[in-house]
């Protein structure tokens, strides 16, 4: 590690890790010993957030199911699906990208050009990344019509579905849901791709007083608790 560090010299490095968002392999084996859910990925300060979460949730012995809103190809809801290996995951998205109705608002708000195609997915490739598959309830279409009839209550959601409308109206419905101790992981919260996020979050927080957090991951994701 030292060796790299002297031969490419701390300029180069810290270029290298403007230009890809990445930690060095050598500082991530050391930040990963005894991680189960490690991931040699950008995602490692979004990875370490949700572990730090789910130690609070156990330790607290706070029940509820847990979810996420846009899984796309799965791959944080995997991790979900680790960390709370007792619980049910509800995944929850269209599995064919946006909704015209949705990017119908981004565009008259100007919050995105709403064009990222989410549409490369299926039900079967999510679960099958699925290490505790047993535990997963899929509901695929349209958030919030794919609510609805839930009446379970939650610890930890994930929110990570890009656009203004299903953010906000996620926000109210994993909130009322949310038990005391419980988590909401807004992703996006800080991407400039994507303002809907935030206009939608600082309005939830301003009308539910709410409040949240910004933590440093790498599309700025927010941190709601439920006290
Ligand atoms: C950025 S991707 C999710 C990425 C995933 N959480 C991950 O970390 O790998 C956003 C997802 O939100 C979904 N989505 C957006 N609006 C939705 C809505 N109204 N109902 C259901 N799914 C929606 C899209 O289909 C897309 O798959």
Not at 57 to 63: L, T, V
Not at 192 to 201: D, I, P, T
């Amino acid at each position: 590690m030292a060796n790299v560090v002297l031969r490419l010299g701390y300029r180069t490095i810290k270029q290298i890790l403007k230009k890809f968002n990445q930690i060095p392999c050598g500082v991530m084996m050391f930040l990963s010993k005894d991680r189960p859910n490690f991931v040699f990925e950008y995602e490692y300060i979004r990875v370490s957030s949700l572990e730090l979460m789910a130690n609070e949730i156990y330790d607290k012995n706070i029940g509820g199911s847990v979810a996420e809103l846009g899984v796309y190809r799965g791959d944080f809801a995997k991790i979900i699906n680790v960390a709370f290996p007792d619980r049910k995951l509800y995944l929850f998205d269209t599995f064919e990208g946006f909704d015209k109705r949705d990017i119908n608002v981004e565009l008259k708000n100007n919050y995105s050009t709403g064009k990222q195609d989410f549409s490369k997915t299926n039900v079967e490739l999510v679960l099958n990344k699925m290490k505790n598959r047993q535990n997963c309830i899929v509901r695929k279409g349209f958030f919030p019509e794919t609510a609805e009839g839930i009446g379970d209550t939650f610890s930890f959601v994930s929110i990570d579905c890009d656009l203004y409308e299903p953010m906000k109206k996620g926000l109210y419905f994993f909130y009322e849901r949310l038990n005391n101790g419980g988590y909401i992981m807004l992703h996006d919260y800080n991407n400039k791709g994507y303002n809907g996020v935030k206009a939608a979050l600082r309005e939830f927080s301003k009308e539910k007083k709410v409040p949240y957090f910004p933590v440093c991951d790498v599309c700025g994701s927010a941190v709601i608790m439920k006290l």
